[in-house]
């Protein structure tokens, strides 16, 4: 099979087209055909050599996609089944999504409907499972208001998206720059969410301008300062989770916050949700997508053989929406 291998720690240059044996799926795995790879900044992590847990190369990145069943040895999923899935230690302990031929384990697989294309679901898992996980960690209840911080984040667009389809009473984001924010206004799907121009105010005082009693829930993807700022809009009793850190692993909280408004603050990893979650998860979202009440934002997708490429332009250019890999059929 043909595939984008890490053949060292560092930067784009080092993922390169090579072509491997097929793998095969032992107990417990799916075998799935590659119809589309998303591209996370996990991969960029893993590229980086950021991760002391993580295989060592050469790996095949690539912790989600999208695409049909060739094998399953359980006969959960019969052959041919379109199916999107988190490739749980693909791309991270054991090689993942960029390319043709990926392993996942059977309960993270979830039967894909004819309306959502490969390219589309192959951005789901990372982005959309954490969002609604989160808020289920959260004790989000219809009628929330919910603080995503990072409007053109695949995470924090997420967000936004299933929480205004659940109910939520308001939506707040941010916008790094005046291009967000005007992205922001174009995405039809998002709806009447209020975005924080980070160039114009820092996120505590728009939050102070915008929701002076505080907001329910934060789901931030984006860490930092943001992190402590969030926290202090948060309302009486608010919940704040946090799953990443692409702005920083470090942020300052005030104490007070959390004990005078008896509000927590707890972390969040896709990484141990269970199959039971993950399948109610998508049994929640996938019937919004096919149906349109969530549309997704898309950037672009790119050649599998321009991987390296791909992960450039999401790590650096910051596009607004989800980058893909369509990967071509065998």
Do not use: C
């Not at 219809?142 to 995470?155: E, I, M, N, T």
């Amino acid at each position: 099979m043909r595939a984008v291998q890490m053949k060292a720690h560092g930067g784009y240059e080092e993922l390169q087209v090579v072509d491997l044996p097929d793998p095969v799926a032992s107990a417990g795995d799916v075998l799935v055909k590659v119809g589309a790879a998303g591209v996370t900044p996990l991969d960029r992590t893993v590229l980086a050599g950021l991760i002391p847990t993580a295989a060592r190369p050469p790996l095949v990145l690539g912790n989600e996609g999208a695409g049909t069943v060739l094998e399953d040895p359980s006969g959960t999923f019969r052959r041919g089944e379109r199916v999107v899935f988190f490739a749980g230690a693909g791309g991270v302990m054991r090689d993942g999504t960029y390319a043709e031929l990926a392993i996942a384990p059977v309960g993270n697989l979830a039967p894909l409907p004819d309306e959502i294309s490969d390219v589309v679901a192959a951005g789901l898992p990372a982005a959309y499972l954490s969002a609604i996980l989160a808020l289920r960690q959260a004790g989000f209840r219809k009628g929330d208001s919910v603080l995503a911080p990072g409007v053109g984040g695949s995470v924090g667009n997420a967000t936004l998206k299933v929480a205004g389809a659940l109910g939520a009473s308001r939506l707040l984001s941010t916008a790094g720059s005046p291009g967000k924010l005007d992205a922001a206004r174009a995405d039809a799907g998002l709806g009447a969410v209020e975005v924080i121009e980070l160039g114009t105010e820092n996120l505590a005082e728009g939050l102070k301008r915008l929701a002076p009693d505080g907001v329910d829930v934060v789901i931030d993807a984006v860490g930092g300062a943001l992190t402590g700022q969030a926290v202090s809009g948060l309302a009486r009793g608010g919940r704040a989770i946090v799953m990443g850190y692409v702005a920083g692993a470090t942020t300052e909280v005030a104490i007070t916050d959390l004990v005078w408004k008896r509000a927590t603050l707890a972390g969040f990893s896709l990484f141990a949700s269970t199959d039971e979650q993950q399948a109610e998860a998508y049994g929640t979202l996938l019937p919004m997508i096919s149906d349109g009440r969530i549309r997704p934002a898309r950037d672009r997708a790119y050649p599998l053989d321009q991987a390296g490429e791909a992960l450039r332009h999401l790590t650096e250019d910051r596009p607004f929406g989800k980058v893909t890999l369509a990967v071509s059929d065998r």
